[in-house]
């Protein structure tokens, strides 16, 4: 095939989605398809101002889409990111068009919804008019197809009535090859760690209400907070009993950052919405045991057994599902080790091979 692959983000190895996107064109290229990719810094209109970064973001990559699309050079235009959704819905208008496959690493009219549960309004004002301009679902409708990161916004895309069953495929991301295959140990000291933004759509109030409920309950335990982008204020978050079993770690690369899973016996990740949470896949291959809410990759875990999943969005569940890993040693272990082997499966071979079977099943239907 013939594909043009526009992205909607810097095609960066070292970010989640970026590093996604590359592994897609790098794979689908070492089976013989031609790629040719397209990227903000070809298309971003005005790349050096400050002002109105999405808006000029989703005029260029319109631009550069439909472009691409009269060319009559390509078999699949793959879009990727919520400026696609736009995109999609004008470039169906054109005539002898390729297959148009629309490949969310995000789906924002379901992260919307979750967060307006709490009363919450996700981004700027500004970003949000962008958004209501952007109509989601006439261009989730438009689509030949829509690839997601999760059978969680699978489901979602399918339930709205945007695709049917065959139109809509979950392909979860791939891990690195390094990350996958490695022993697995099940030793571990309770050290409880959690990696991400801190922000309410991560879950900060849930970890600032469970954290203090797990150092009171458990003297021996230990804390870690990766990342955060510099947010987190452990004084105002955290008790003294919390702060003085705290590490805080802000910047890590990433083999750091993977030597601090294997070190984890248990890991958090209680938010509000994934698409995928990758968090949570490269600590359960590095051997910890995943304790999350029911959204993105960890919806479809098995639970009690693949993981603990929490039924309800709350920093006391939270509190009492990390406690009874605490306090049974042997179902940490076997939930840890059930976990180590589900993740295995997430090959970027598995991904390409159900990603080609896609999109020769929706090249099918037109014909």
């Known amino acids: 095939?013939?594909?043009?692959?526009?992205?909607?983000?810097?095609?960066?190895?070292?970010?989640?989605?970026?590093?996604?996107?590359?592994?897609?064109v790098e794979r689908l290229r070492q089976r013989g398809h031609e790629v040719d990719v397209c990227s903000p810094e070809n298309y971003q209109l005005l790349r050096g101002l400050t002002f109105a970064p999405r808006l000029r973001l989703q005029i260029g990559y319109t631009a550069a889409c439909m472009k691409a699309?009269?060319?009559?050079?390509?078999?699949l235009i793959h879009a990727f990111g919520g400026e696609a959704w736009q995109t999609i819905s004008r470039c169906q208008l054109l005539r002898n068009r390729p297959l148009m496959l629309a490949h969310a690493n995000v789906?924002?009219?379901?992260a919307t919804e979750q967060l307006a549960r709490d009363g919450k309004k996700p981004g700027t004002w500004l970003?949000?008019?962008v958004d209501s301009f952007l109509h989601y679902d006439w261009a989730y409708s438009c689509a030949d197809g829509v690839v997601t990161a999760s059978q969680y916004d699978a489901d979602y895309v399918r339930q709205k009535g945007w695709q049917t069953a065959e139109t809509v495929c979950a392909i979860t991301p791939a891990l690195p090859e390094d990350l996958l295959g490695q022993p697995f140990t099940a030793e571990r000291a309770p050290i409880i760690g959690y990696c991400g933004p801190w922000s309410h759509r991560k879950g900060n109030d849930l970890l600032e209400k469970a954290l203090p409920i797990l150092a009171e309950r458990f003297p021996e335990v230990r804390f870690e907070i990766v990342g955060t982008r510099g947010r987190l204020d452990a004084e105002k978050s955290f008790t003294p009993r919390v702060r003085e079993r705290l590490t805080h770690l802000a910047n890590l690369t990433r083999e750091e950052l993977r030597e601090r899973y294997r070190t984890w016996s248990i890991a958090l990740m209680p938010s509000r919405y994934e698409s995928f949470g990758l968090v949570a896949a490269e600590a359960m291959t590095c051997g910890a045991a995943l304790v999350a809410t029911r959204t993105g990759f960890p919806a479809g875990l098995a639970n009690g057994q693949e993981a603990l999943i929490l039924e309800q969005t709350n920093g006391d569940e939270l509190a009492e599902a990390v406690s009874t890993l605490l306090t049974d040693e042997a179902k940490r272990r076997a939930i840890a080790a059930a976990g180590w082997e589900r993740v295995q499966s997430l090959s970027w071979e598995r991904a390409v091979d159900r990603f080609e079977a896609f999109v020769y099943s929706l090249k099918h239907r037109e014909l």
Not at 5 to 19: E, W
Not at 69 to 75: H, I, L, P, Q
Not at 107 to 110: D, G, I, L, R
Request: proline share 8%; net charge positive; glycine share 8%.
């Open 1 to 24: 095939m013939k594909i043009f692959t526009i992205s909607n983000v810097p095609l960066a190895p070292t970010q989640a989605h970026g590093c996604v996107i590359t592994g897609f």
């Open 69 to 75: 699309v009269r060319s009559g050079k390509y078999d």
């Open 107 to 110: 789906v924002e009219p379901h």
């Open 127 to 129: 970003s949000r008019q």
